[in-house]
């Protein structure tokens, strides 16, 4: 009996261990911005500007993005995405692509110069 009790405590600890470590799930950055844009898209060449444009977010994973122009016109493309803040999403590196996302406004936001300002974007989430 004597040994019976450390044992039975041992098993309870693990227990809650186990189950407190299954709980541990990272919120995704991508789920936040996700779906269909309307707004400006300007293209540099061929020349093309609409006001009207539509531009999908999809996610590829929890900190990616695939950006997708409703036409042939612009490119789609796929860009890693972080939170700085609680009302911004931004690329991760941002080199010939620029992309921030406002989430502080209702609804959020985009913007994005893609291929150093070859086609630029900008539009609110439907």
């Known amino acids: 009996m004597k040994n019976f009790h450390p044992l ?14 299954n709980n541990n799930t990272v919120p995704s950055i991508a789920d936040d911005v996700t779906g ?18 539509v531009v999908t977010v999809t996610s590829v ?3 990616r993005v ?3 122009p ?9 860009q890693d995405v972080m939170k700085p803040s609680s009302t911004s999403i931004t690329c991760v590196v941002c080199t010939t692509n ?11 936001t985009i913007a994005y110069n893609y291929s150093n ?3 630029q974007f900008s539009g609110a989430k439907q």
């Open 70 to 78: 409703q036409d042939s016109h612009a490119s789609a493309w796929e």
């Open 98 to 108: 620029q992309l921030s996302f406002d989430l502080s406004h209702s609804p959020n």
């Open 36 to 53: 269909t844009y309307i707004g400006s898209m300007n293209v540099a060449s061929p020349s093309y500007q609409n006001t009207s444009y």
């Open 117 to 119: 300002s070859a086609e």
């Open 8 to 21: 039975l405590i041992l098993t309870f600890i693990t227990s809650i261990i186990a189950t407190s470590c």
């Open 66 to 68: 695939r950006i997708t």
């Open 61 to 63: 994973s929890s900190t």
